[in-house]
Structure formats: structure tokens, C-alpha cells
């Protein structure tokens, strides 16, 4: 059975203490990863696709990396204004998504 | 118009009634999808429409779930006889096709009370 898991659940973070939101998956023909960000009452944001393994894309603080078999989110020096829920999905014919990280950054 | 638009933001309704969720899709996208988000749950896919083709109603958890896409644009969500754990957030999405460069744009959702 197709599937994503994300871990950890939840994380805290002081401002500037760097992580890394990890999504693993088991899907068969994935043709694609996406990473979304979803603040409380909005829908979920774009912020990247990953197609093959070893491909790597920024976004300011943030640093989407892609292996065979997980995806990394990884935060370098996080802002309170970071804090959000992280999302990953796969593409097959539609959008798979994992249950998401809920990031607290604190000054 | 700029983005995905669904409406109403918030609905509360009674046990037994049906309700309808409207979204209104960005203008020159061909597919458009509908997730549920429950609390703390991720988002689960009900159905996709991809143009004139069939639509996919697999993930429609039951028979009281449709959803009709007309003039290849708006599209409504019907809950037939709401029961309380249709409680969610009812997402809707558009992208310009099927392809997975194509990303996908979600509306800020309808937050569907049951009570």
C-alpha cells in the first residue's frame, strides 16, 4: 500500500537552533515529492517538488532534500515566523500526504 | 480570479441535513481536487476532475459524498444526511494539469461543524 510517514509529529525549536523534518514514503512509480507549508486556517502553500534522488532545492532557510526511499526538510537558523505545519506528498496520479510536522519556533 | 476561492468559510449544521461546499477553481486550471483534513489528521483525497475525462471518486468515503464540476470550472461538494464525523476541513485544490510539474494551488478550506 502506497504511503508517507512523517516524524517527529511535533518539534520545538529555539530561534536559531537548526533541525530537520523527516518524511519517509512506500510508494511504487513516485513521480514526484512535494513539500507544503500550512499556517492554522489556511490551505496548504507550495514550496518545493523533488523529482529523482539526489536532487536538493532552497528556499531561504529551508533545504528540501530527496533520497529513495525519505525526503529531509531541513531548517538552518529558524524565525518564530517558520512556525507552521510542514506537510510532504507524493505524486502519483493525485497527491498523497503524509500527517505533517507542526513547527513551534520561540524567540 | 488570483487564487482558489471556496465558500462558505465556516458552515455549522444540524445531524441529518446535507450540505454544499463550493469552490471556484483558478481560471484556466483543468484539474481540481477535493481533500478532507480532519483535526490532527493529514489530508485525506476524496475525488479529482481532469477536464472533460471521468471523475476519480475514489477516495469519496461513502454514498452521501459527490461532488459535480461544471463548465469545466466551479466545482460543489455535497454531504447528503451530515453525520457528526463528516466534521472537518473540506480543501479544495487546482492545477494547470496532471502532470507533476504542475503544482497544485489549495484554497483556504471550509471548516464543516456537525452538530
Known amino acids: 500500500e502506497d504511503q508517507v510517514t512523517q516524524s517527529p509529529e511535533a518539534l520545538r525549536l529555539q530561534e536559531g537552533e537548526s533541525s530537520s523534518l523527516n518524511c519517509s514514503y512506500t510508494v511504487s512509480g513516485l513521480r514526484g515529492l512535494f513539500w507544503y507549508r500550512q499556517d492554522p486556517g489556511k490551505g496548504p502553500e507550495f514550496l518545493f517538488t523533488l523529482y529523482s534522488a539526489g536532487e536538493e532545492k532552497e528556499k531561504e532557510r529551508l533545504k528540501a532534500t530527496l533520497t529513495k526511499k525519505e525526503s529531509f526538510l531541513h531548517i538552518t537558523a529558524p524565525k518564530p515566523e517558520d512556525s507552521a505545519t510542514y506537510l510532504c506528498a507524493v505524486q502519483l496520479d493525485k497527491l498523497i500526504f503524509g500527517t505533517g510536522t507542526r513547527l513551534q519556533v520561540f524567540p | 480570479g488570483a487564487g482558489v476561492s471556496q465558500s462558505p468559510s465556516n458552515k455549522v449544521t444540524e445531524k441529518g441535513k446535507d450540505v454544499e461546499l463550493r469552490c471556484d477553481p483558478i481560471?484556466?486550471?483543468?484539474?481540481l481536487y477535493w481533500y478532507r483534513q480532519s483535526l490532527g489528521q493529514g489530508l485525506e483525497f476524496l475525488i479529482y476532475?481532469?477536464?472533460?475525462?471521468?471523475?476519480?471518486k475514489s477516495g469519496l468515503p461513502s454514498d452521501r459524498f459527490s461532488a459535480e464540476r461544471t463548465g469545466g470550472s466551479v466545482s460543489t461538494l455535497t454531504i447528503q444526511r451530515t453525520q457528526q464525523e463528516d466534521s472537518a476541513v473540506y480543501l479544495c485544490?487546482?492545477?494547470?494539469?496532471?502532470?507533476?510539474?504542475?503544482?497544485?494551488?489549495f484554497g483556504s478550506g471550509t471548516r464543516l461543524t456537525v452538530v
Open positions: 476532475f481532469q477536464g472533460n475525462s471521468a471523475p476519480d
Open positions: 481560471s484556466g486550471h483543468t484539474a
Open positions: 485544490a487546482s492545477s494547470l494539469g496532471q502532470a507533476v510539474n504542475y503544482g497544485y494551488t
